[in-house]
């Protein structure tokens, strides 16, 4: 029985969004399904997918945490 994670960021895809929204878990779940399905012949009822959002203050980028690290590229003209 495959189990699959998938981590995104508690952000949003929207201006004021404060994490996915549950249409688009659905689409990750459906997704991944879709693909070990396909690629590993496994039945839906034997894939568990399971997402877990991380809150912006628990991960980084580059050696800072993530607000500093975009702080700092917004400031020389960096973008993400």
Known sequence: MPIVLI???REGNTPGAESVTAAEKAALIAGATELLTRVLNKPPEATFVV??????ENWGWGGLPVAEFRRRRRRSGNEE
Not at 51 to 56: G, K, N, Q, S
């Open 7 to 9: 981590q995104v960021t």
């Open 51 to 56: 997402i877990e959002e991380v809150a912006l």
